[in-house]
């Protein structure tokens, strides 16, 4: 197969060959129109469809999973998120989920360790989604500051959006991947 290079051929065509004006002269007078090319593309598939779609494939039941265990012996409280449940995104579940471990981290006196990977909060929850962000910010804040307790945040690639813009930049350490956006 060969690869198409557009500088090489452009370099390759005769100038006269090339004239805009006249070629944009030649496009069909018909207007576009979105609403006839949206009813022509397939129907998406429905959010409940997805949430099930990425359960059967990643054999989660979200876009984190949480827990408590041992790292060199010191008793942790880890969340992991996965990029393959809808792109990691942190809906109501995760954002529960999240909450949850903080809450328990504190009560226990114990460091959490969260690795993000996410494409940021989930649209198809709306405002539901937006509120995780503020409401794991705002357990965070009493688990570091008023509790005094460590928590280090691991940055993968991708992680954007309301993670990021939330308990992703919020870790006592924040460690990235290059190219982490």
């Not at 539901?128 to 570091?144: D, E, G, H, T």
Request: charged share 25%; net charge negative.
């Amino acid at each position: 197969e060969e690869e198409l290079n557009l500088e090489e051929k452009l370099r390759e065509e005769p100038e006269e060959e090339l004239n805009l004006e006249e070629k944009l002269r030649e496009e069909p007078e018909e207007e576009l129109n979105l609403e006839e090319k949206l009813r022509e593309e397939p129907e998406e598939k429905s959010y409940m469809d997805r949430i099930k779609y990425s359960i059967k494939n990643t054999g989660l039941n979200d876009a984190i999973q949480t827990g408590i265990g041992q790292l060199n012996g010191i008793t942790i409280a880890m969340g992991i998120m996965d990029f393959e449940f809808i792109a990691g995104t942190m809906g109501s579940v995760v954002g529960e989920k999240i909450t949850s471990l903080i809450k328990f981290s504190s009560k226990q006196s114990l460091p959490i360790i969260i690795i993000c990977a996410s494409g940021g909060a989930r649209m198809q929850e709306g405002s539901l989604s937006l509120m995780q962000m503020a409401k794991i910010s705002s357990v965070l804040y009493n688990y570091q500051l008023i509790n005094k307790l460590f928590y280090v945040s691991i940055l993968t690639s991708p992680t954007t959006g309301g993670v990021t813009a939330s308990f992703g930049m919020l870790g006592d350490i924040i460690i990235a991947e290059p190219d982490t956006h």
